[in-house]
């Protein structure tokens, strides 16, 4: 073994779930981008319905919203969990369509008059925080501090991002999954 080899030997102990995929940005594909975090989700039982929700609705916004809803778009999405930590979900868009600006995400209270306009209202009940930060980290973005849509920006601190977005949500869980790549889940002592 080399050192390179040794070294992501090692990382790889570390997670408790390290998967991603990416999806055609169809809409019959957010049912599969559910199933496959219902799958992924197993060795947590007590966030698999909360993780499976939070995709669909992100998967949605990103189809919807952004050019990833486009012909040939696709959505990547990923789910990383460290031993001992929390589950930290990622869907990626290939930012905004080409006919339209570029969209904000935010909570709303939702109308009850509608049908829609609850996605990312039941996102921030079952997350611990949610947010949506540039996938390329935008111009100034990180250095500014700012990851996270609960971040002040005053108007001066806006700099214009035409790219692909991150939408993130990090989920705590009582479970203490085994390293990614075994297949026993024990419980963590309260």
């Known amino acids: 073994m080399n050192e390179t080899e040794d070294a992501e030997s090692g990382l790889r102990g570390i997670y408790t779930i390290d998967a991603y ?7 019959d594909q957010c049912r599969e ?17 909360a993780v ?5 609705e992100f998967f949605g916004n990103a189809i919807r919203h952004t050019a990833s809803g486009e012909p040939g ?3 990547f ?3 990383v969990g460290l031993v001992g930590g929390p589950v930290h ?19 709303l209270t939702p109308d009850l008059t509608r049908p829609d306009g609850r996605g990312l ?47 993130w949500a990090d989920f705590t869980t009582a479970y203490s999954a085994e390293p990614a790549g075994r297949e026993t889940a024990g419980r963590r002592g309260l």
Do not use: K, N
């Not at 499976?52 to 669909?56: A, D, H, Q, Y």
């Open 89 to 107: 979900l990622e869907v990626t868009d290939q930012g905004p369509c080409s006919d339209r600006p570029r969209t904000a995400a935010r909570v």
């Open 121 to 167: 209202f039941l996102a921030a009940a079952l997350t611990r925080e949610w947010g949506r930060i540039p996938a390329e980290g935008g111009p100034g973005y990180l250095e500014r501090g700012f990851t996270s849509i609960f971040d002040v920006v005053g108007e001066e601190d806006r700099v214009e991002y035409d790219g692909p977005m991150v939408t």
């Open 73 to 75: 778009g696709e959505v």
């Open 21 to 27: 995929r990416t999806f055609p940005g169809e809409p």
């Open 52 to 56: 499976e929700l939070v995709v669909s």
């Open 77 to 79: 999405t990923s789910l």
């Open 33 to 49: 981008a559910r199933l496959w975090a219902r799958h992924e989700m197993r060795p947590f039982p007590d966030i698999a319905d």
